[in-house]
């Protein structure tokens, strides 16, 4: 019964849900607008709150925005279920020009629709919806970040995601969504300069008394890319190469960069290691190299016992509502929801509105989905008693 009640609701405010998501799209929130973002983080606060939640920002900085916390519910006597996402976009205000909303049946067009302000509207309207039929049982705990697409570079809202996860019961996070699958494991991203300085000069006259720079990088880019453990979800790839200025000389100077992904603590500290005494080794004598490293601030997680259970119970009440199963996704990005999977509780992500071109003006999405999936998962909460991990 109150599976048709949530459906029932759904269906009668479609037309108010599309309102919402163009309010919300044409505040546009790119993450180093700081203001821009805020706004964006307010007008998002302003509607939880009109529906019972106590919230607030913690984490904001002077160049970023933070992280918008809100609970109802706090009287009730179980573990939270949270609704997480991020507010800002990649696309500068005015990027867009007057396209910045637009609407062609089904599908939607214009700034962060698919990543991922329609996910931001999808758990607005599963908490309206649980609202409309009375629910009382779970605490809903919202988590959305203000600097996501920044890589919370400068924050620690990563710190603040880890933290207001633990003890959760579940969470589900309004990342773009995926056609036909949630994702239960991601990788965390971390990104490596390598500069090679040798000694230049002539490749015919000076072929014996020069240090190749480019090829010393070469032997180091290779034996880096080595530390690819499929198996372990590892992957480490050679991305950029600069060096050499002339078909006549050997190169004095070279620059490489390489991601690499891990699922896993314990994979990222043997990257880490591994890296930090490939760079101290010279295949060719008289190089130095030196390198700096960059990370994303998103953790890596694989599918365990708790997340398998989830999908589970997601795809039990998937059944209960007519619509078709969902399969499961492991998605080489990172996204927030490593950051709460570390908190040792179990977490569905790419649970968003559906779409393609994310970060790109040819950016839609598929109003469809975010329907449909703001039914689905308003049911799953409503039965989430149900649910054992």
Known sequence: ??????????????????????????????????????????????????????????????????????????????????????????HRQGSFGEDVWRVDGDTVYGAGVNDMKGGIIEALYIVKALNAIGYDRTPIKILFAGDEEGDHIGTDTNLLYTRESRGALAAFNMETGVAGVFTVARKSCHIFHLTVEGQGGHAGNDFTTSENAVEEAMCKALEIVKLTDMEKGTTVATTVIRGGDHPSAIPASCEVTLDARVSSVDEKERIYRSIDEICKTAFIPGTQTTYAHYAAKYEGYTENEQIRKLHEFVNDIAEELGQTAYGKCYRGGAADSGNMAIAEIPVLCSCGIVGDFSHDRKEFALLHTMYDRTKLFASVIAGIDRFEI
Not at 67 to 72: A, K, N, P, Q, V
């Open 1 to 90: 019964m109150l599976f048709q009640e949530i459906d029932a609701f759904v269906e009668a405010h479609k037309q108010e849900m599309l309102s919402k998501f163009e309010q919300l799209v044409r505040l546009e929130s790119h993450f180093e607008e700081k203001d821009n973002v805020l706004k964006a983080m307010a007008w998002v606060q302003k509607e939880f709150e009109s529906e019972g939640f106590e919230c607030h920002i913690e984490g904001t900085t002077k160049d970023r925005a933070g992280l918008l916390i809100g609970t109802t519910g706090l009287d009730r006597n179980a573990p939270p279920v949270i609704l997480s996402g991020h507010v800002d976009t990649v």
